[in-house]
């Protein structure tokens, strides 16, 4: 069955601190992963795209990570900011046009 | 700004009333998707077009959503006779045909419905 899990389901940090974030899934044929953030209240917004031949990739503070041979993937966020409290959702491309989300994982940075 | 929009952003209704949502796409997009969030879940698939073309429906929750997109530009969504177990985020989204293939949605700031 085509399914993404993530985990944790929540997280709490203290600003300036570093996280990582984990996304497993068993979604076949495999076409990429992307990452999401999603303000309270607002629509997902694209962090990174993941396609299979990559094992890492950043944008500013935020790596991911994909092992295709064991269908994980992580987000890495350095030096946490109040404003990355957001839910981060992990999406997974397959069969060329379909997409399954995952749950997300709701992170609160506090100060 | 030329981003998706959604609306209205929030409503409020009474079971048995009908509801309907608009989405405007990003202007060049020809693929339009409508997803339902409920609170601490991921968005959940319920319909797509392609152009005007909707091409998968399957996934609409019950014979009482239907989705619309006539002209191939903005999209409704209606939900008729209204239960409490509607009430959800409604995302639109919208992508041109290759970037849906690499996964990358614009998405809209959403309808957030309360039934009553």
């Known amino acids: 069955k085509n399914q993404v899990e993530q985990s944790p389901q929540s997280l709490i940090i203290l600003e300036g601190k570093n996280c990582t974030l984990q996304?497993?899934?068993?979604?076949?044929?495999?076409?990429?992963l992307r990452w999401y953030k999603q303000d309270t209240g607002r629509g997902p917004v694209s962090l990174t795209i993941m396609t299979f031949s990559e094992n890492t990739k950043s944008n500013g503070r935020y790596t991911a990570t994909l092992d295709a041979d064991t269908k994980q993937s992580s987000l890495h966020i350095t030096a946490s900011q109040l404003s990355d409290s957001a839910s981060y959702i992990c999406v997974v491309s397959y069969n060329n046009n379909d997409m399954r989300f995952g749950a997300g994982t709701r992170l609160t940075v506090k100060p | 700004d030329t981003g998706v929009s959604q609306n209205p952003r929030h409503k409020i209704t009474k079971r048995g009333q009908n509801v309907t949502f608009r989405c405007d796409p990003i202007s060049e997009h020809n693929r339009l998707y409508w997803y339902r969030q409920t609170l601490g879940q991921g968005p959940e698939f319920l319909t797509y077009?392609?152009?005007?073309?909707?091409?998968?429906k399957s996934r609409l929750l019950s014979d009482r959503f239907s989705a619309e997109r006539p002209k191939g530009s903005f999209s409704t969504l209606e939900i008729q006779r209204t239960e409490q177990g509607d009430s959800a985020m409604y995302l639109c989204?919208?992508?041109?045909?290759?970037?849906?293939?690499?996964?990358?949605?614009?998405f809209g700031e959403g309808s957030r419905l309360t039934v009553l």
């Open positions: 077009f392609q152009n005007e073309a909707q091409l998968e």
């Open positions: 989204a919208s992508s041109l045909d290759g970037q849906a293939n690499t996964g990358e949605l614009f």
């Open positions: 996304c497993n899934y068993t979604v076949s044929p495999f076409s990429n």
